[in-house]
C-alpha cells in the first residue's frame, strides 16, 4: 500500500508539474522576448508549492500541534553490546536507530543498568550489569529525553551506584524517574508542556532483588503497589485541580484543570513468555481506571500483546531495545511511537526493530520487507487475543483505537 501511494503521488506530481514545464520552457523559446523568463528561484518555489499542496492532499504534511512520543525496551551496555562497542566504536550499535529516533519530538528508554565509575559496588547478585559514563554517549547521540530507572538493575551497585548514575545522566542533561533518595523522590513524574499538551510519565516495578532494593525512607527503586501508586494519583489530581482553580479569570469563574497525558512505564511480567499473566492484566485493568492513558511494559525480553482497557492502551512488553543477550529465546523487539494531539491520543505507530542476535553483532536496526511483516504479525495476533486490533501497513503497524 505504502509503495503504491508512493508511487501514485509521484505520477500525480508529474501531471501536475507538466504544464508549467512547458511554460517554463516556452518562456525562453526566441520571438517571444517581450515576456520575460521567471528567475529560476521563482520556479523553484512554484514547485515547492504544488508539493506542498499534494502532500496536504494525500495527508502526508506533519501535523505541527501533534507531539510523537517514542518509547522503547530495556537497554543495557554488556555482554555482546561491549563486544559491538570494542569491535566497531561507541555508536556502532546505535547508527541504525539515529533516523527513526529524529523523527520523534521525546524519547523515552528503560535503562535497566547502573551507571557507575570503574569502582563497583557489587553487592553480589546473579546478574550484575554495570555501564561506563561514556556509555551515555549512546544516550545523547539519540537525543534520548527520559529513562526510567524503575527496574530490578537499577540497584546493583547499591545506593551509592544508584548516586552515581543519577548524576551521570543528570551530567547529559537526560531526565530520570522511577528511582531516588527515597519514595517520594523515586514517584515523582517526569513533566513535559508544550504544543498545547502536558505529559506525566511515571515509573515502577514489581521486580527487584529483595525488598531493600524498593525505596522507603531510604533509596530504591519505585514499587508496583497499584493501592499506593492510586493514592498517589488521587493526591496529585487534587492538588492539580486546586491550582487551576485557584486561578480565576476577569469574571471570576474557575479555570478548568487541563488534561494531562499520563503513561507509565512498568517493569513486570515473565521473561521469555510471550503472554503477560492474570495478575497482571487485573493490575492493568485497576491502573486503567485511574485514567491513565499508556502502561508501557518490559522486563520480559520480547514483546507480548496489546491491550485496550478503556481509554486505556496497555503494551505489556515491548521487548529489549539495545540489549547484549545472545541466548536462543530472543526475539525481535518493539518501537511505540505515541501521536498525541493536545494531550489526546491520535495514533499508535509499532515499529519492529532487529533483534535476533545469536549470530551476529549487536547493530541494532528497524526491520524492513517481509521479515518486518511477518514479525508484526505475531505482534497482530498475540494482541488479537487480549481483544486488540493491529493494522499493519509495509514496514509499519497501527493500533486501531475506535
Known amino acids: ?14 501531471l501536475l508539474y507538466l504544464p508549467i514545464l512547458l511554460t517554463f520552457a516556452c518562456a525562453g523559446v526566441p520571438g517571444n522576448s517581450s515576456i520575460p523568463e521567471k528567475p529560476a528561484e521563482v520556479q523553484a518555489s512554484i514547485v515547492d508549492k504544488i508539493e506542498t499542496q499534494i502532500e496536504k492532499l494525500f495527508g502526508k504534511e506533519e501535523d505541527p500541534e501533534v507531539v510523537k512520543v517514542l518509547l522503547g525496551g530495556d537497554v543495557m551496555f554488556n555482554w555482546g553490546i561491549r563486544d559491538t562497542i570494542k569491535s566497531k566504536g561507541e555508536l556502532a550499535p546505535v547508527k541504525g536507530l539515529k533516523s527513526l529516533f529524529e523523527s520523534a519530538d521525546l524519547r523515552v528508554l528503560n535503562l535497566e543498568t547502573p551507571v557507575v565509575s570503574e569502582k563497583s559496588w557489587d553487592h553480589g547478585k546473579a546478574y550484575v550489569f554495570q555501564a561506563k559514563e561514556s556509555d551515555l554517549e549512546t544516550m545523547s547521540f539519540l537525543g534520548v529525553d527520559l529513562v526510567s530507572l524503575g527496574n530490578n538493575h537499577a540497584m546493583d551497585h547499591g545506593p551509592e551506584g544508584l548516586e552515581e ?21 523515586a514517584f515523582r513524574p ?97 491502573l486503567a481506571d485511574s485514567g491513565l492513558d499508556i502502561i508501557v511494559g518490559h522486563h520480559p525480553h520480547i514483546p507480548q500483546g496489546i491491550e485496550k482497557l478503556g481509554n486505556t492502551i496497555v503494551f505489556y512488553s515491548l521487548g529489549n531495545l539495545i540489549f547484549g543477550s545472545r541466548n536462543a529465546y530472543l526475539n525481535h523487539n518493539l518501537i511505540v511511537i505515541l501521536h498525541i494531539k493536545k494531550s489526546k491520543l491520535i495514533n499508535i505507530e509499532l515499529v519492529p526493530i ?41 514496514d509499519r503497524a497501527w493500533v486501531e483505537l475506535d
Open 1 to 14: 500500500m505504502r509503495f503504491f501511494r508512493k508511487h501514485f503521488i509521484s505520477s500525480i506530481s508529474v
Open 190 to 286: 517526569w513533566i513535559w508542556e508544550g504544543k498545547d499538551t502536558t505529559l506525566r510519565v511515571y515509573s515502577a516495578t514489581n521486580v527487584a532483588e529483595g525488598r531493600s532494593h524498593y525505596a522507603g525512607q531510604t533509596p530504591g527503586v519505585m514499587p508496583l503497589d497499584p493501592e499506593l501508586i492510586l493514592k498517589k494519583f488521587q493526591i496529585e489530581k487534587f492538588q492539580l485541580n486546586s491550582s487551576k482553580t485557584s486561578k480565576r479569570d476577569k469574571k471570576s469563574k474557575a479555570l478548568p484543570p487541563g488534561k494531562q497525558f499520563r503513561i507509565l512505564s512498568l517493569h513486570w511480567g515473565v521473561e521469555y513468555s510471550p503472554f503477560p499473566t492474570i495478575e497482571q492484566r487485573k493490575i492493568a485493568k485497576t
Open 165 to 185: 548514575t543519577l548524576k551521570f545522566l543528570e551530567n547529559r542533561k537526560i531526565s530520570s524517574i522511577g528511582a531516588g533518595k527515597n519514595i517520594e523522590f
Open 354 to 394: 532487529f533483534g535476533k542476535f545469536q549470530n551476529e553483532d549487536h547493530l541494532v536496526r528497524p526491520l524492513e520487507g517481509k521479515e518486518a511483516e511477518n514479525f508484526l504479525k505475531e505482534v497482530a495476533v498475540l494482541s488479537q487475543d487480549l481483544g486488540t486490533k493491529i493494522r499493519i501497513d509495509g
